[in-house]
């Protein structure tokens, strides 16, 4: 063994006698190989069952769960943002005569036979309806564009294909009052139902008092005379939804086609709503993201990082995330086909009704004097209450929009095993299986250091360590031939008084056996 092998082998014996870490001790201190050898199965072993625990907490670590906090609430909330959009994206007349587009597409549909222009076959069938009403929602930007120009400072310039608020509105009550279009409605652009009206844009309004009389309560008309021939439904659609944000004057997009609700002709639909706070932890503990803004390739507008939800009983998806989903297909399309479409498909919702109005009531304008130019007179002067109620049950609806309690539930996501708790019980599985604490890994720490400062010195030092480990060996050599020389002289000595022992039991046997004479006995 080489002068440096020993003293590696010295540090680390050395290290064997100072450290706190159980069972490195009993290996450098055991002077018999088979205990040694013992104690080295052990601190493996030991090791070995360490390494297993800590890839079972890594492993618990990594999977990020969490525990979700459920706290209830009560307080004065902001009422929440309703659109409302018709059925029926485009009045049949007026788009008929303003749009060459949508005269084509009417007059191919109502056809009994097939048209290439448009794909239609020669069956009447739901795939026929379902192409036009692609169609329709494609020439959206040209219906829309038509209709942003159909009056010019106030005044009609031709008749507007889109739904107003006029057109839509009979009356409108919010908290026992009466609302109006100014300061409470604006108007939103959809490319599946057309232009929509929404209340409560800028969630101005509050809400303290819960049930349908502090609501919103809206009489709504839907003429179905004016209907495009394939809208196969009658009423309107509503989305109850948030605003995008405090800095904004825009609401959260509602897409009514996905997370709308169904309000037939004929009906009072009533939306008891509650609110509901879920806050997310962002990644790695899940998907959801941070960043108040998004800057999609097709969608941009606000992010909301706490999900409200405006619904009983049914699970609504954030609009958000709505936005994402569509904004991939949109890239998809467009990397596929070349082109862009505004729309995706449709799902339906069912919502709590009754028949509406009832036998005994009679709307306000039924009782009007002068009726002249509501549409049930059809150019008749004076009034007709029952064309007016027959008219009502045919192409009228309510909805009432309201709290249904004041309190709500807040769903706060928190980790369910923190980084914390990983490294303490790391640090336990440690104590137990190996015996450690801090101050042994500075042991350690510092066996390395001395290691590493022993090598890179040996290295410096090399011909003084060989002209050493020669002189050792001269020493080694010296030694043995001096204990050599000692051996010999030891072994002539012995022989030499072996020898000597020898002679004198030679001379004693070569004497006479007679005593000596007694010198007094000749006196």
């Not at 990397?335 to 505004?342: E, M």
């Not at 009726?371 to 009228?396: I, R, V």
């Not at 590493?452 to 003084?464: A, D, I, L």
């Not at 020898?502 to 007679?514: N, Q």
Request: aromatic share 14%; with cysteine; net charge neutral.
């Amino acid at each position: 063994m080489g002068i440096f092998s020993k003293g590696l082998t010295f540090l680390l014996k050395d290290f064997a006698c100072w450290t706190s870490t159980h069972g490195i001790p009993h290996i450098g201190g055991s002077n018999n190989i088979w205990l040694r050898l013992f104690w080295v199965v052990v601190v493996i072993g030991c090791v070995i069952g360490f390494l297993v625990q800590l890839k079972t907490l890594i492993t618990k670590y990594l999977s990020y769960e969490v525990n979700t906090e459920t706290k209830l609430a009560f307080e004065e909330r902001p009422f929440p943002v309703v659109t409302i959009c018709h059925m029926n994206p485009w009045k049949k007349g007026e788009a008929f005569r303003m749009s060459q587009y949508m005269q084509d597409l009417m007059t191919a549909y109502e056809a009994q036979t097939a048209s290439t222009d448009f794909g239609f076959s020669a069956m009447r069938n739901g795939a026929r309806q379902q192409r036009a009403m692609r169609l329709t929602t494609l020439a959206s930007n040209s219906l829309f564009a038509l209709s942003d120009n159909s009056t010019f400072n106030g005044t009609e310039i031709y008749p507007d294909p889109s739904y107003t608020y006029k057109d839509l509105v009979v009356s409108c009550t919010y908290n026992a009052a009466t609302c109006n279009e100014t300061g409470f409605f604006a108007s939103y652009k959809d490319p599946t139902f057309g232009r929509c009206v929404q209340f409560n844009f800028d969630e101005y309004q509050n809400s303290s008092r819960a049930g349908p009389l502090y609501g919103l309560r809206l009489t709504l008309r839907a003429v179905q005379d004016q209907y495009l021939p394939w809208t196969e439904s009658a009423g309107v659609v509503v989305s109850i939804h948030n605003k995008a944000g405090e800095n904004t004057n825009l609401s959260d997009l509602p897409y009514p086609d996905v997370v709308g609700y169904y309000a037939p002709i004929g009906t009072a639909s009533s939306f008891g709503v509650k609110y509901v706070a879920t806050t997310r932890k962002e990644a790695p503990y899940g998907d959801c993201s941070t960043a108040t803004e998004v800057d999609l390739p097709n969608y941009k507008g606000h992010y909301q990082v706490v999900y409200p939800s405006y619904t009983e009983g049914f699970a609504m998806l954030n609009m958000k995330v709505e936005a994402c989903y569509r904004s991939c297909t949109q890239c998809e399309i467009i990397k596929q086909c070349a082109c862009y479409y505004p729309g995706v498909q449709t799902y339906a919702t069912t919502i709590s009704t009754a028949k509406w109005p009832s036998v005994a009531f009679t709307p306000n304008e039924c009782t009007e004097k002068k009726q002249d130019d509501q549409p049930w007179m059809d150019g008749q002067t004076g009034k007709n209450k029952t064309k007016c109620l027959a008219w009502y049950k045919k192409n009228s609806l309510l909805i009432e929009v309201y709290y249904e309690r004041m309190n709500y539930q807040m769903l706060n996501e928190s980790p369910a095993y923190t980084f914390v708790a990983c490294i303490s019980e790391i640090a336990g599985q440690v104590g137990l299986f190996l015996g450690m604490s801090i101050i042994s890994v500075f042991e350690f720490f510092t066996l390395l250091l001395l290691i590493f400062y022993y090598v890179t010195s040996h290295r410096s030092r090399r011909m003084e360590l060989e002209q050493i480990e020669e002189y050792i060996k001269n020493a080694e050599k010296e030694t043995a031939a001096r204990d050599r020389k000692e051996e010999e002289k030891e072994a002539k000595r012995r022989a030499d008084k072996l020898r000597k022992e020898a002679d004198l039991y030679d001379d004693d046997h070569h004497e006479s056996a007679l005593p000596p004479k007694v010198i007094g006995a000749e006196l």
